[in-house]
């Protein structure tokens, strides 16, 4: 049995300038691509290169590992399979910036109640150092801090995130829950008013 069969999704193999991804053909790859310049996508389909049996459940395991592990390895990329020219692409929602300001949304909630924006931390710098606030439902939240301790227990924080996005936290609690912080909501960053 195919992965494409057992999934009812094409399984895809993108090289990039600097990587090879793999994965399923869901949009899954789409954030991941979103800064890469493309220089081809496989469809998968050479089940030698599989682990067997293929589980219907496991494809890390039994494709997507053996595969990336091989083109890790050397393994021409047209070996997988054929190209293909389209793929699914997840629409990302890019910041909005100012001179004085970046909005973004909420893209991810993690088991710990960090709320994960789309603002990456990047973006971050050209606004004034010490001086940026978190504003979420029009009103202020907390600042932009270092790390996590740079407030007391309980309380709010906006972190530049090791995922790579501005990341909204309490310390020692759940961002999500204290503040009922839902996936598409919207996050401004703002220089303070003085």
Not at 2 to 26: H, K, Q
Not at 166 to 192: C, D, P, Q
């Amino acid at each position: 049995m195919t992965p494409a069969s057992a999934a009812d999704a094409r399984v895809i193999a993108v090289e990039t300038a600097n990587y090879f991804f793999v994965g399923p053909d869901n949009g899954v790859l789409s954030l991941a691509l979103a800064h890469e310049k493309i220089k081809a996508v496989h469809q998968i389909t050479n089940e030698q290169l599989f682990l067997h049996p293929v589980s219907n459940t496991f494809h890390g395991r039994d494709v997507f590992a053996p595969v990336a592990a091989k083109l890790s390895k050397g393994l021409p990329l047209g070996k997988v399979g054929a190209p293909i020219r389209e793929y699914v692409k997840l629409g990302w929602p890019e910041p909005q910036t100012t001179s004085n300001s970046i909005k973004g949304e909420i893209a991810y909630i993690d088991r710990f109640g960090n709320a994960i924006t789309t603002i990456g931390n990047a973006t971050l710098a050209p606004l004034a150092e010490g001086s940026r606030e978190i504003i979420v439902k029009g009103k202020r939240l907390c600042t932009l801090q270092p790390f996590y301790q740079a407030v007391s227990q309980g309380n709010p924080v906006a972190v530049p995130g090791s995922s790579g996005f501005l990341e909204l936290a309490v310390n020692g609690g759940s961002a999500a829950k204290k503040f009922k912080l839902k996936v598409t909501e919207a996050v401004i960053v703002r220089v303070r008013p003085k």
